[in-house]
């Protein structure tokens, strides 16, 4: 790589310009690390439920090596922490299901076999084999790797060990791998450790990180082995993921050229080939080769060459041993005689074309805008795609805070209020909080904010139930701690209380302030309930996202989640708002998913909800203007807001509000227009049934 041509210095600048201007560049990186605050927000939710799991992500999307054109998928490990993987008899832990991890001569590099053991000796277990397990010739009861279908969702597909979540409106595919953690390194990876000890990437400290992270044991067989059902491949994600946040900018965009190279020469040709993990592994390959000072944006052509040469090499020779497990060779068997050679080709006039094929790129526009580059002009403007990626991951964060949130609500529906209560202070005092790491500190603030609402909300309405107002300042103490959760959610829940409570002017006040925080033109509503294709997010929305690197102050300031009530806080939901727990008759269950559990509940976006409040409010004050402005506000809602979760909800609203107008045939249009939206579990059904009732009665 010393030899550089002149003409390369130029190119990669401007390939560098423009992997910058679609999104790969530093700060996005970065931005998308922020996703291990997701991953703790996925983990806490299940430890709260009670679930001993942790959840991870992996892969492209985290690691800041991918672009919105590759649509790369979400990659979760999902560790099943009652099972132990170990590797001696010193790791037996009683009660867990222990499984001791087999490697010898006859198992694949890089896979093992999983004998089961007592849970309450460290003694082999002797039981008859089930469906499950699989008794070897020296009596050892071996675990399927098809165990773990058993864990996986019916609605997901199985891609090896992964089960994937496909074309479901509005994400992207998501793969669930179901795994078992073993918390020390295979042996097996002490020849990489041997290996890399001398180089100078990874650095010492890097290989002492590398060396004490946990790994997983993944329910896939190397293909075509004679113990395919019975091995279990070994990931070392953990380490993989630590070295890709190593790299240096240059490195992740020689990286993501690989990957487009790949889909627009290679994948739609062989799709079995050449997977993203060899390209990533021939990546750490060349960066331990090579000094750091080798990659920079003026010799970013050199460097795709060099990985592009080797990722040749490796298919000539059809061997790429893995970065970390150095016997498990990632292209054994992989490419079929009649590919190979093609394959080769491709390969060679890609290398040999000295950077010409990159025009070809479609992916992202990539070559489009690299001519244009070239030939003098700017292609994008610098921010428009990167603020674009930021208002998304925070999107993304703000979708998860909400999802996570109504699944802990879901368990408490059907509770009394005291239950209810208790629950809500057992997840409020999660005793693990003295071990979180700072991001799950900030998830475990996040999440109670909403908590705290909820459990202020369930005293007040058994407040006003009894008739107790003297009590109400536990309540709103509870209250006050989840004001900032969002810039809606919380003064909407506080709001409610006194509206219900018969506090009207302190109602008022609360509203107004809400109004006043309430940007339109940079709040984005959020409804995590279920999947739907959210449009293009405000301008001012991306470009804040992009500007600040404080993810959990914007997620107060400019997002807006929907607002839920659960029926033991009913005497602090509007009347008008009760209608929703009861929306699915008997019929509409059989309509349901198991992810709608949501629809027992009050939930309503928080911007109709707003202008509904203050329509009931200025109602009680006699204040017919401001009242008209509101109803006003919530039919242009319905009407112009393209994000809100629940459009049918705020037609219900709408609809009673033109009730208490008189307006009988605009309510009948709006119950109508909540029908077309979601025709089934719809109160809409109550409410044009009583609206008949009193068309026919008057």
Known sequence: ????PEYAHNLSLR???VMDRIGVNEKIVMKRRSLLLNESLL????????????????????EGSTTLGLQSDADFVISLNKFNVIQDWSQWEYGKRNLLMIQDENVSPGYCLLQELRDDAPLPKVVEVDNDSYRDGMGRILLKNTFLNNFGNNELIRHGPAHSQQDVPGVS?????????????PI???????QHREEHWPTHDMIQYCSHTRCFVVCVGKTGSVNEILEWRISTSFAERFLLFNPNITQIRCYVLMKMILKTFISQRFADSISSFMCKTVLLHCISFTRSDAWNENTLLTCLSFCLSTLYNCVQNEYCPHFFITHNNLMSGRFSSEAKPLILETLRYVIESNGRVLLQIECDNYGSYLQSSLNGFVPIHPHSIPTLIAGQLLKYTALDISSLFKLLLSEMNDLSPRLAMQKLLTFMSYHHIENYTNIDRKAYRLITRYLCSTLGSILASSNIYQQDHLTYKNALSFMSLGLDSDVAYGKLKLASVFYCGGYIESTELILKNIEECYDLSVVEPVCGCYYFIHNARRERFNRLCYESNEECTLLKQITAS?????????????TELQHEMF????QDLAYRSEDDEWMDMAVVDSLPYLFFLQYKTYSRLGRQDDKQRALSNIARTVDNEPNLGHSETALNLLGQCMEQENNLGNAFKCYARSLQIRRRNNSAKIHI???LNKLINT
């Not at 595919?173 to 390194?185: G, I, K, M, Q, S």
């Not at 929907?562 to 509007?574: G, S, T």
């Open 43 to 62: 983990t806490l939710t299940q430890q709260l439920r009670g679930n001993d799991k942790n959840i991870f992500f992996f892969g492209s999307t985290i």
């Open 15 to 17: 390939m560098s310009q």
């Open 1 to 4: 790589m010393s030899s550089i």
């Open 583 to 586: 929306r699915s008759s008997q």
């Open 689 to 691: 049934c009583k609206l």
């Open 188 to 194: 097996q990876a002490g020849h990489w450790l041997n």
């Open 562 to 574: 929907c607002v839920y009530f659960i029926r033991c806080e009913i005497n602090c939901c509007p």
């Open 173 to 185: 595919d998501n793969d669930h791998v179901f795994a078992f953690p073993c918390h020390l390194r």
